[in-house]
């Protein structure tokens, strides 16, 4: 069965530089989704993207963050200026459709660690 | 604004047996759809079950079932027969029905433990 994925699986950085986490979704899917999931706390919505724009975002998705398609086949989530608080496990996933009923499929996650 | 509450951090069953996992949410929608997902250690989320609110009829797929009560604004998951393979922790999350919001919003989560 296709599978969402995600590159690097844990990634340490220090406070200050920037991280890019890179996911590869399903290959006919054409809605790309980030999640965060801080730990102990919720997963929580960051943004999707369609159509090589962002569709929508939450308020933790701000200036700090950017998201980009740089090929037919990555999805990658750039943090500009990473701060203690990013470090949280961060999803990616696909759907065929932005159907509410369309099941979204995740990745494995990637462990980001600001030091 | 949507909110999914799981009241239950733990859970615990012995194999075999059946377990209920508890879900309530919050929203001024009358369509939307809802969601179990299992995160094994493995951490990739995978979909258990979903339940259209327009639909009375309550989803199942194999062991797995849900009893969703609108009017309660509740939608727990049974799981009957468990298996150690169903170790993982377990998210409720909600979907509006197409529309402005494409987003899952999740709730904290279950840790369910299946004992031998």
């Known amino acids: 069965e296709p599978e969402v994925t995600q590159t690097p699986s844990h990634q340490v950085t220090q406070m200050g530089q920037e991280v890019i986490l890179r996911c590869v979704p399903i290959s006919n899917h054409l809605y790309f989704y980030w999640y965060r999931q801080i730990l102990g706390q919720k997963v929580e919505f960051l943004v999707s993207f369609y159509n090589n724009e962002i569709s929508e975002k939450s308020e933790i998705f701000d200036d700090q963050f950017s998201v980009e398609r740089p090929d037919g086949s990555n999805f990658t989530l750039k943090i500009r200026s990473t701060k203690l608080e990013d470090s949280a496990m961060y999803f990616c996933a696909s759907s065929d459709s932005r159907a509410g009923g369309s099941p979204l499929h995740f990745g494995n996650g990637t462990r980001l660690t600001v030091t | 604004a949507q909110t999914v509450t799981q009241s239950q951090p733990e859970m615990s069953v012995q194999e075999a047996e059946t377990v209920t996992l508890s879900c309530t949410y919050d929203?001024?929608?009358?369509?939307?759809?809802l969601f179990w997902y299992k995160q094994p250690p493995s951490r990739q989320m995978i979909l258990v079950i979903r339940?259209?609110?327009?639909?009375?009829q309550n989803a199942t797929e194999n062991r797995f079932s849900v009893n969703f009560q609108k009017a309660a604004k509740s939608f727990s998951l049974k799981i009957s027969d468990s298996q150690l393979g169903d170790a993982a922790m377990y998210f409720c999350?909600?979907?509006?029905?197409?529309?402005?919001?494409?987003?899952?919003?999740f709730g904290k989560g279950t840790k369910l433990s299946v004992k031998p």
């Open positions: 339940q259209e609110a327009y639909k009375q």
């Open positions: 929203t001024s929608e009358s369509d939307y759809y």
């Open positions: 999350a909600f979907r509006n029905y197409g529309g402005s919001q494409g987003n899952l919003i």
